[in-house]
């Protein structure tokens, strides 16, 4: 016996809860003048009940009713009721069963009890005591079928929390690429319509696009997989694997094919400027919302309707703190099954790993960009690190140049000219040897600085077709440290197509480098360093513009000169060289003060036409 647990009572339930919708009572008995009063006596009792002469009988009614309990009696015409009870347990095991019959057998009763009949009645019995009977029997088997379903609820909540933890620790534990990304959605989704899951009949997923403007359908798992998908699960659930098994065995099936639903899904596409799509309002206002034949608290879309053949869904948010992700959309498009508020919670409890999982791998690959440009700027330093030095030296040399002129040119053309007056008059020899000595290494001097002057036309050309913007893409990898150090922002505007130039590359890239050095000098505050391409009637206009200081008026004319120098714009030699090599090029170079302040480098260049001949 089992002892009552203080403080519990037994609860009964009421006629209209012993019995499921559909469920009847039979009473099995060849004597009319039993059945009849007793059907009417229960059903006076709010009981359905119908009414069976024999065993032939009894067996056509479990073809076509809802039988939850037998009152059968021992003695039938056509079978023995003890000989039937063995089948009705077999073939029937949701169905009580209670055995009447006139005689008052111990041994009898046993064995009905242990062939699987729940209670044993001996006639002559009371009506009320019968309906105790019957009451306390289907009490017992509501109550068992209740506990069945809360112990598979149980299980199926503890094989979902199962997943969704070791979801956890597969995306804290590594990084998510697009490849597992994708497969940890699919491994959701099948969550989503797993027996063991959420038992819904589809789920999509549609996930905004990199610049937000579009959501995008991307995954899908459908009634047609339904099946394997509950045949997958419950062999993983078998052999307890963990979850990157799981990945594998998923990825093996149909679940990763081409299926119709993905094909279904992958026709969506709405823009987030449709503010009213169901949609769009459930991503940007971060709730779910539920359709039901068409209608919902928002307007519902025909086309999202006629999409996914079938009017009734859940819709529900994927989002992270920062920025809304996209939706999972789920249905009982096979069964047609009401959706509840317990459905809805569990789906959004998948939802949100969803989303951890779409956070996590756009985590990964913004690090993954960001190590890729690092990687680019040290191959493109080591590769020009000789460039960088050689364009270090023109700057030194051009400084030195300039101070050199600036102190000796004067003195020596003074000297000079003297010297070469002396030598005409004067007639003694010895004293004319020494003047003309003077003559020739004042003349000596004055070519060595010409030679100064003119070392930057000492270029060799070789000129091919090639597109601009790869070469300053690269002079700006090459100068981002020194971006960086003076917190100089980079504003790129070069529409396409990319403009092909029948040029020297490293002329150009030389070009380029002296013009962002330039602007950098001359923003050693910060600022913006704003390059722009233009396309000009076959010439393509590249300006380099800063918000520096500028260079004054009086003085721009000759910030081109050899060998002029101003702390902004550096030594003057580098600005030669950019004028020489735009010549060469045949080219135009202009540079300009910019009204709101900082200046403006303009480097005109020709196009190669397509279809044209390179020189």
Not at 22 to 43: C, K, Q, T, Y
Not at 166 to 187: F, G, H, R
Not at 561 to 566: E, G, N, Q, S, V
Request: hydrophobic residues 45%; charged residues 25%; proline residues 4%.
């Amino acid at each position: 016996m089992l002892e009552a647990i203080p403080g519990l009572r037994h609860i009964s339930l009421t006629p209209d809860k012993l019995l499921a919708r559909d469920e009847v009572i039979v009473i099995v008995d060849d004597d009319a003048s039993i059945r009849e009063p007793l059907r009417v006596f229960l059903e006076s009792h709010g009981l359905a009940v119908v009414e069976a002469g024999n065993g032939a009988q009894l067996r056509n009614l479990f073809g076509s009713t809802k039988i939850a309990l037998v009152l059968l009696d021992i003695g039938l015409p056509d079978i023995d009721g003890v000989s039937l009870l063995p089948e009705i347990v077999n073939d029937h095991p949701g169905v009580a069963i209670v055995m009447l019959t006139g005689m008052a057998d111990l041994e009898v009763a046993l064995d009905c009890i242990r062939k699987g009949a729940d209670d044993y009645l001996s006639k002559p019995i009371q009506f009320d005591e019968i309906f105790l009977v019957v009451r306390k029997v289907l009490e017992r088997r509501r109550l068992i079928a209740e506990n069945l379903k809360y112990q598979e609820d149980l299980e199926n909540a503890h094989f979902r929390i199962q997943l969704l933890h070791q979801l956890s620790l597969k995306m804290n534990s590594v990084y998510l690429s697009t490849v597992e990304l994708d497969e940890i959605l699919q491994a959701i989704l099948v969550g989503i319509t797993a027996e063991e899951g959420l038992r819904f009949n589809r789920a999509f997923l549609a996930i905004f696009n990199e610049a937000g403007n579009l959501l995008q359908g991307r995954l899908a798992i459908g009634s047609e997989c339904r099946e394997e998908a509950a045949r997958i699960w419950a062999e993983l659930r078998e052999k307890k694997l963990d979850f990157l098994e799981i990945v594998q065995n998923i990825k093996k099936s149909c679940l990763n094919g081409d299926t119709k639903v993905t094909r279904l899904i992958k026709g969506l596409q709405v823009p987030v400027t449709d503010s009213e799509h169901i949609l769009i309002k459930s991503a940007l206002e971060k709730r779910a919302i539920l359709v039901q034949n068409g209608l919902a608290d928002v307007p519902v879309s025909r086309e999202l309707i006629e999409l996914l053949h079938e009017d009734t869904f859940i819709v529900v948010p994927l989002f992270s703190p920062s920025k809304s992700l996209g939706v999972i959309i789920a249905d009982h498009f096979v069964t047609h099954q009401p959706i509840t508020k317990d459905h809805i919670k569990s789906l959004e409890i998948f939802a949100n790993q969803a989303s951890l999982a779409i956070e996590h791998s756009r985590l990964y690959t913004e690090m993954q960009d960001k190590i890729g440009e690092l990687e680019n700027v040290t191959k493109e330093l080591e590769k020009n690190k000789d460039l960088l030095v050689e364009s270090a030296s023109y700057s030194a040399l051009g400084e030195m140049s300039a101070q050199l002129v600036h102190v000796l040119r004067n003195p020596i053309t003074s000297i000079g000219g003297a010297a070469r007056i002396l030598a005409k008059k004067i007639t003694d020899v010895k004293s004319l040897e020494f003047v003309n000595m003077i003559v020739n290494e004042t003349t000596r001097l004055e070519c060595t600085l010409k030679d100064l002057f003119d070392f930057v036309r000492q270029m060799q050309v070789d000129k091919k077709s090639e597109p601009l913007y790869p070469l300053i893409r690269k002079t700006l990898l090459l100068l981002q440290p020194s971006l960086v150090r003076h917190s100089i922002k980079v504003d790129l505007d070069m529409p396409q197509p990319d403009p092909v130039i029948e040029m020297d590359e490293q002329l150009i890239h030389k070009m380029m480098i002296h013009l962002s050095r330039n602007a950098i000098d001359a923003m050693p505050e910060g600022g913006t360093l704003a390059i722009k391409v233009r396309h000009q009637n076959g010439w393509a206009v590249v300006s380099f513009a800063d918000t520096g200081v500028g260079i004054v008026e009086a003085i721009q004319k000759r910030a081109t000169d050899p060998f002029f120098t101003t702390k902004t714009y550096g030594t003057g030699l580098g600005l030669t060289l950019v004028e020489k090599i735009v010549a060469i090029h045949g080219g135009s170079f202009s540079l300009n003060q910019k009204p709101d302040g900082g200046m403006e480098a303009c480097v005109s260049l020709p196009e190669k036409m397509p279809g044209s001949q390179g020189i």
